[in-house]
């Protein structure tokens, strides 16, 4: 993911940041940040397919089951750290060589998925709501809004991606656009 990514680095005046660390322990933060005026795009990617028995049971409970189990550590993962970016009070974290803007107005968090079964809008509204689920239980300063999370299949970003290079289109103004007029 972050190959194809790089290709997006000063295009648009876009800056991206693969495989970032804490400054302050060298511990992984987030798999990918790109930087694009005033908002912060925070990514984590998530390989992996839904069991057979989640894909064709015919039953939600073992669809969201196994989701969860796969994919839903993607959700705690971009919460915890967006919340150790923007405290509501203390110092703010800071990620080693990304320089987070002081005038940050959004937050983008973003879930790269592997499956294919998981483009799906349905899939995108439960994951938020996992993720806003996880945010809820961190105090979060309002100095930036966190915007919902946006659920993105590998082969849909790749296409994006090659889109955006030809010139087309700037692909956070895209994503930004898509989350602010569709919260769920």
């Not at 057979?52 to 089951?65: F, I, K, V």
């Not at 839903?72 to 509501?88: N, T, Y």
Request: aromatic share 8%.
């Amino acid at each position: 993911v972050n190959w194809v990514l790089g290709g997006l680095n000063g295009r648009d005046s876009l800056s991206f940041y693969p495989d970032t660390t804490w400054e302050h322990d060298g511990r992984k933060s987030f798999d990918a940040v790109i930087l694009s005026g005033k908002c912060v795009v925070v990514m984590e990617h998530k390989g992996g397919f839904l069991n057979q028995n989640a894909r064709y049971s015919n039953t939600l409970e073992n669809l969201l089951g196994d989701l969860q189990a796969k994919i839903g550590k993607g959700c705690k993962q971009l919460a915890r750290d967006v919340a150790s970016l923007f405290p509501e009070q203390g110092e703010n974290k800071r990620l080693k060589d990304v320089p987070i803007p002081l005038d940050t107005a959004y937050v983008l968090p973003i879930l790269v998925v592997q499956d294919l079964m998981l483009r799906g809008p349905f899939i995108n509204y439960f994951l938020n709501q996992r993720f806003a689920s996880e945010l809820s239980l961190f105090k979060i300063h309002r100095q930036a809004e966190i915007l919902p999370l946006t659920v993105m299949q590998i082969t849909d970003l790749e296409d994006m991606v090659e889109t955006s290079e030809s010139g087309s289109f700037d692909i956070v103004s895209l994503l930004h656009r898509r989350c602010t007029e569709d919260r769920e």
